[in-house]
């Protein structure tokens, strides 16, 4: 088994492509060991000290560090990579693959319905891939007033550049679509 790495915008994440499926059409990011429990892969990442945080994209893994140098944490990271997946056991304990459905929790008013949708259209179509590529994911939590609220994860959470990518970027293309978007906040 052959895992390439790729270096991501944020030097405390390196983005790991095991050339297989991670987590077919989701992303998951898991932030503690305590949220790793649910994943074999997880625990046994988060068991490398230093290592802080785990995102499962489609078909990679970003890993974040707190500290210590990526020469020294990525042979461990490489290998319980591989032996996860040399294991045959499956992403999550419990077999069943979670969404990462973010409906539940964002906020709007219903006359902003289409406006919305058309968010979250360019969202899905125009960012979340670029955004893929480096590591991460964003996703949308809310519009109010002109204001749309965003999550940043895996790599793109705590990126030193993740500012410049919401304002020159993922603002300037929802404000050139949708005249009603004013601002892109990331949310609280």
Known sequence: MFIQTEA??????????????????????LKSATEADRSPLARALFAIEGV????????????????????????????AIMEHYLSGAPL???????????????FYDEADQDTVDT???????????????DGGDITFRGFREGVVYLDMKGSCSGCPS????LKQGIENLLRHFVPEVEEVRPSA
Request: net charge negative; proline share 8%; aromatic share 6%.
């Open 52 to 79: 802080t945080g785990v995102f499962y994209g489609g078909d990679f893994i970003t890993v974040t560090k707190a500290g210590g140098e990526w020469q020294h944490l990525k042979p461990a990271i490489l290998g």
């Open 119 to 133: 968010i979250k259209e360019l969202l899905d179509t125009r960012v979340r891939p670029a955004v893929a590529m």
């Open 92 to 106: 999550m304990a419990d077999g069943d693959v979670p969404s990462q459905s973010n409906d539940d929790g964002e």
């Open 162 to 165: 993740s500012t410049a990518t």
């Open 8 to 29: 991501t915008p944020n030097p405390a994440t390196l983005k790991f492509l095991p050339g297989r499926e991670v987590l077919p059409g989701g992303a998951l990011e």
